[in-house]
């Protein structure tokens, strides 16, 4: 039987993606994967040419089904939580294209980018709670701050499958979109970013991820806002503009 392989990563110009290559086994993530996927963020970091990260999964049924289940219990390391910890907080944006339904660790793994499209009839299923587990800190912070009380109470606490509107309705879903425009919505985002000044994203969204996390103050923000009013491609972005 086909057991797939190890997330890959491919870079083409300035988009890098990392693929899940377990479709058989709904993508799942194997206790080997996250120091994999450590090592495809460390690559593309050290890439200045990288403007964005695709995550997607292969297949077309489900982006992710999370941690292998006979390993959550036998492995009581951090190396998932860090790694998804390290995709939250990576520079530049994050775009989630789930090619399919993601279940248990697959929500989180989607949740730490910046931007989730997902195909109609995608679905979310959290089972911690049905397997006796307290979900650990990290994956419910993730889904408190970014999704609200409410439905991050609903996800874990009930144990309900969401639907796709619904989660194009509580923010899960930044979009949701028939399969076949999956790849194009995804290509429009790789445009957009391509336009702006990669040190503006990249300082933004530091700031965005500190307000809202509680860990941001005006100062901090009043001298990044300062300090882009005095680079020279500002100047240069502006006096093109006037021009015109």
Not at 107 to 122: N, Y
Request: with cysteine; proline share 3%; hydrophobic share 40%.
């Amino acid at each position: 039987m086909n057991i797939g392989s190890a997330p890959t990563l491919e870079i083409v110009d300035s988009v890098a993606t990392i693929t899940l290559r377990r479709p058989a086994q709904h993508n799942r993530i194997d206790p080997d994967d996250p120091a994999v996927l450590l090592r495809h963020l460390d690559e593309i970091r050290a890439n200045p040419s990288v403007r964005l990260l695709v995550l997607t999964g292969e297949g077309e049924k489900t982006f992710c089904s999370g941690y292998t289940l006979g390993q959550i219990g036998a492995r009581l390391d951090r190396s998932f939580e860090d790694m998804l910890d390290a995709l939250e907080s990576l520079e530049i944006p994050t775009l989630c294209a789930l090619n399919g339904s993601a279940y248990g660790g697959g929500t989180d793994l989607a949740l730490a980018c910046d931007f989730r499209i997902g195909v109609r009839g995608c679905r979310l299923f959290m089972p911690a709670a049905r397997f006796g587990l307290h979900y650990y800190p990290g994956g419910l912070r993730r889904f408190a701050a970014r999704l609200g009380c409410s439905a991050a109470k609903k996800i874990f606490l009930t144990g309900m499958t969401m639907e796709s509107e619904e989660l194009l309705r509580t923010g899960f879903l930044t979009e949701l979109v028939e399969r076949s425009e999956l790849q194009s919505r995804v290509d429009i985002y790789q445009e957009h970013i391509a336009r702006c000044d990669a040190q503006a994203v990249r300082s933004m969204k530091h700031h965005i991820n500190a307000i809202c996390a509680g860990e941001w103050d005006e100062v901090s923000g009043r001298t990044a806002y300062e300090a882009s009013l005095r680079s020279e491609e500002a100047g240069r972005r502006l006096a093109e503009l006037a021009g015109r």
